[in-house]
């Protein structure tokens, strides 16, 4: 199937399977996908009516919701930008991406418009730009709309897409470092990942699946491998609003979903349910993404409910999927599969030389080239593929005997000791295994004799558990188990971990804090 943009997929979807229900909410609103592609084109419509023309940016500060699908999707057919965002972001964090983008609208939900309305504010009295704000499910003031008075009342003929190298979405990512980019995914990136993983066989979604929405739409994962594939293959997407242990499985088990894409902390919260086999009936297939995932937690999980868990490989910038373990001859333990049809990856030494033979039993950069690819970080494409189509991930692999990927760690998180490589993703596998440990993360900070030194932090399975008790253990435990270069020289005992909304450990904070404790702005 080859189509130019997403809208298209919606409306090809209504003329097949016009009364079949789309996408559903854990509340019970519902659209079938007539009704859905009838919504997109008035949100279309309803977006020129309002002055946005085609390039123009829309802000999308909403949650798994109808508005949210039918916004984007929208957006795209007007040929416009959409611009997701973490609805948890703050109002400094929002009047950042509505200058940084130079949105021209700003849509809303009840949680967000508060703090949209003060990004908003903030871009007027920066640069003089007024933004057009829109509010889905709250009252709107006197100068905004409500989504209803955006909707055309009947949907005009819009253009269709004729060049897919347009941008249609920008993606502000986490960041390991520094303030976050905006990656731009053009039409064309989008539908080749979309078609990429639709080459798998036997494939991930079918027709007749349900697929789970719990994964944030506003993250490339949820909105191009979970949204996008449902588009694709015409499925039926039920949303969730946010993840819950048990209300999550209630959903499933209402809605008989057969799909259920996750992130990695989902397991750690499930493992303790009881009769959890029995919850998880409807289910065929669980994929895991956004972040490794430990083999024997998948172990556990498959023996126990008797489901394959699949892992991939993937980036913001890769529109994500890059590989798949549903494609592997045999899935290694620990390894996130093969690349898809139609994506080249290649290792890489320090100086850019793709390692060969032997020499692929060593770590070395993984690049990628396909046209999933980005176009670069906004706003000039800076940092993108180089002239050859190859792009430089900034994470660690190695490939085992079978041929598949296994990720080491990221670029910037190499910890370098008196001249050795340390790898924090070592060092945190060994302190997991640590009796009375539930999570670890590793650092590096500076150090004026090895250059760099190993800084832990742990969080204790038992949260009475006595921080010095629990150190001393973890230390006797690595004793064994690291040479010493690798050894953390400094352990913090900490009742969590900062995460993202997709569960990656956020190093970046973890940095910081211990920036400022060498400076001794923190105890």
Avoid at 106 to 119: K, L
Wanted: proline share 7%; aromatic share 4%; with cysteine.
């Amino acid at each position: 199937m080859s189509v130019p943009d997403l809208a298209v997929l919606v409306t090809a979807a209504a003329a097949e399977a016009g009364d079949r229900l789309a996408v559903v909410e854990a509340g019970g609103r519902g659209m079938t996908w007539a009704e859905l592609d009838r919504e997109v084109s008035r949100v279309a419509s309803g977006l020129g009516n309002a002055g946005i023309l085609a390039g123009h940016r829309v802000l999308i500060a909403v949650g798994n919701r109808l508005e949210f699908v039918t916004t984007y999707l929208g957006v795209l057919r007007a040929q416009a930008v959409a611009v997701p965002v973490n609805p948890g972001s703050t109002p400094s964090e929002l009047t950042r991406m509505v200058t940084d983008s130079g949105a021209r609208m700003a849509v809303a939900d009840g949680d967000t418009i508060d703090a949209v309305r003060g990004a908003v504010a903030a871009a007027k009295d920066e640069d003089g730009r007024v933004v057009a704000t829109v509010v889905v499910g709250a009252l709107p003031l006197a100068d905004e709309r409500s989504y209803d008075d955006l909707l055309a009342a009947e949907p005009q003929e819009v253009p269709q897409l004729k060049d897919p190298e347009k941008l249609a979405v920008l993606l502000y990512t986490s960041g390991t470092s520094g303030l976050p980019r905006a990656v731009m995914l053009t039409h064309r990136a989008l539908v080749a990942n979309i078609e990429q993983v639709a080459t798998v066989d036997p494939p991930m979604i079918h027709s007749d699946d349900v697929v789970l929405g719990v994964l944030p739409l506003f993250h490339v994962y949820g909105l191009n491998a979970v949204l996008g594939g449902v588009l694709r293959h015409r499925a039926k997407l039920v949303l969730a609003e946010r993840f819950d242990p048990e209300g999550t499985l209630d959903l499933i088990e209402d809605e008989a979903c057969s799909v259920v894409p996750v992130a990695p902390p989902v397991f750690a919260h499930w493992r303790g349910v009881e009769a959890l086999e029995e919850r998880l009936g409807p289910v065929r297939l669980v994929l895991s993404g956004s972040a490794p995932l430990a083999a024997d937690v998948i172990d556990d999980f498959t023996e126990r409910t008797g489901i394959p868990v699949h892992q991939g490989y993937g980036l913001t910038e890769a529109a994500p999927v890059v590989t798949t373990t549903l494609i592997s001859a045999a899935p290694q333990p620990g390894s996130v599969g093969t690349p898809l049809a139609g994506i080249e990856l290649r290792l890489v030494d320090d100086d850019r030389v793709p390692l060969t033979g032997a020499d692929l039993t060593d770590p070395g950069e993984i690049e990628i080239r396909g046209a999933n690819l980005f176009s670069g970080y906004w706003p000039d494409g800076a940092d993108g593929p180089d002239g050859d189509g190859w792009w430089p991930t900034g994470d660690v692999g190695v490939y085992d005997a079978a041929g598949d990927l296994h990720l080491v760690d990221r670029v910037k998180d190499l910890i370098i000791v008196s001249g050795f490589n340390v790898y924090p993703t070592e060092i945190e596998a060994v302190l997991k295994q640590a009796p009375g440990v539930r999570e670890a993360a590793v650092i590096g900070t500076p150090d004026p004799m090895t250059g760099e030194a190993v800084v832990a932090y742990v969080v204790p399975a038992d949260p009475a558990a006595d921080p010095a008790a629990l150190a001393a253990a973890v230390e006797a435990h690595c004793e064994e188990r690291l040479a010493r270069f690798k050894r953390p020289t400094r352990l913090e005992v900490v009742a969590e971990l900062p995460h993202t909304a997709t569960g990656k450990v956020q190093k970046g904070r973890l940095r910081g804090q211990d920036r400022r404790r060498a400076l001794g702005i923190l105890e």
